[in-house]
């Protein structure tokens, strides 16, 4: 992460901004959970930090914001944010990939700190992928348009999706009538996810990303020919490393 301060046993807790979706959410706080456990020396539940969770379905759409389909989520963003805040977090994290579009305005409207995925992202893809010059990016529409891979990977090539595959594969995986968002954790969205990953393997991509926190209730790294990445996976690690117990 960014910040290099650190908050050990019970000083301090994390705000989850979550409800973008619900499922997304969830997974991010098991996901946090079992970090804690497994890398933040947790050996029993009195010792995991305090962690807040304000699940807002109602925000609207990130997505369909940046598309101009839809009105701007980040007052609702922000409201959750201090909610948040109020509550007690000391750092706050946005269970959603799509959404940190929105982290700069929301840095800027809500006193505290928030933690990023991107950040993680590429400070993991620096030490561990050092020879990876080319990766494949399996992300929303949204997040495609919001430019953030392009911003937090510089010196990487990003492919994306072509637009028929971004259509078809990628987001009828998630928002099909038999998508994630739609309840489907099953094989139909997984398939598809699996030939959009073909495809960009194809292209030349050295290393997945899975840039949709509900794709990852799907696809594994067994999916995949080459090396599968989350980012989400990378920043509760961060925080379970920082929320270490002394």
Do not use: W
């Amino acid at each position: 992460m960014a910040t290099q301060t650190r908050d050990t046993g019970h000083n301090g807790a994390i705000g989850v901004l979550g409800g973008m979706g619900p499922l997304a959410t969830a997974e991010f706080f098991k996901k946090l959970t079992l970090a804690i456990s497994e890398n933040g020396g947790a050996a029993g539940d009195a010792q995991h930090p305090r962690v807040i969770v304000d699940s807002d379905p109602s925000i609207p759409d990130r997505t369909a914001y940046v598309l101009g389909k839809g009105p701007d989520p980040l007052p609702a963003m922000t409201a959750a944010a201090k909610r948040l805040v109020q509550a007690g977090a000391t750092v706050c994290v946005l269970a959603s990939i799509t959404a940190h579009a929105y982290l700069d305005g929301l840095r800027t409207a809500v006193p505290c700190e928030f933690a990023s995925a991107f950040d993680s992202l590429k400070a993991r893809i620096e030490r561990d992928y050092v020879g990876v010059g080319r990766v494949g990016v399996l992300a929303t529409t949204g997040t495609i348009k919001s430019g953030l891979f392009d911003r937090y990977l510089p010196n990487l090539r990003v492919h994306y999706s072509d637009d028929e595959a971004q259509e078809r594969f990628v987001m009828e995986a998630v928002y099909g009538s038999n998508g994630i968002k739609a309840g489907n954790v099953s094989e139909e969205p997984r398939h598809l996810l699996r030939q959009a990953a073909a495809r960009l393997v194809a292209r030349g991509a050295e290393l997945i990303i899975v840039a949709c926190a509900e794709m990852s209730l799907v696809l594994s790294p067994a999916d995949v020919e080459v090396p599968l990445v989350d980012p989400m996976q990378f920043l509760v690690e961060d925080l379970a490393t920082r929320f270490r117990i002394a």
